[in-house]
Nanobody, 123 residues
Framework: QVRLVESGGGVVQAGGSLRLSCTASGLTFSNYPMGWFRQAPGKEREYVGRISRSGGDTFYADSVKGRFTIFKDNDKNTVYLQMNSLKPEDTAVYYC????????????????WGQGTQVTVSS
């Protein structure tokens, strides 16, 4: 019954910015921390970051720290991934997911996923 829908992906020049959105239904959104992951062709799904259920605390992978920001609007049932200073290496399909523990960085531990949104960064 849980559904997550990502949007906001597209093609952007290196150094540019994009904001991804993930809207959830079928759950009490404010009760759940959320994670963002990405997957490039031929690679494993990679942890990007996560946010606490209240939105008051965030954590990021070293590869995106200082460039990406996660925030959460519980009234809109939406979690966002603001991506700045984008690099070609950021090219991937980006997914949001419900964090099962509030401290999970492994994709295999997540149960509920969105369908993903493509981000392509050109150089």
């Amino acid at each position: 019954q849980v559904r997550l829908v990502e949007s906001g992906g597209g093609v952007v020049q290196a150094g540019g910015s994009l904001r991804l959105s993930c809207t959830a239904s079928g759950l009490t959104f404010s009760n759940y921390p959320m994670g963002w992951f990405r997957q490039a062709p031929g690679k494993e799904r990679e942890y990007v970051g996560r946010i606490s259920r209240s939105g008051g605390d965030t954590f990021y992978a070293d590869s995106v720290k200082g460039r990406f920001t996660i925030f959460k609007d519980n009234d809109k049932n939406t979690v966002y991934l603001q991506m700045n200073s984008l690099k070609p290496e950021d090219t991937a399909v980006y997914y949001c997911a419900v964090d099962p523990t509030g401290s999970t960085i492994y994709a295999s531990m997540y149960e509920y996923w969105g369908q993903g949104t493509q981000v392509t960064v050109s150089s």
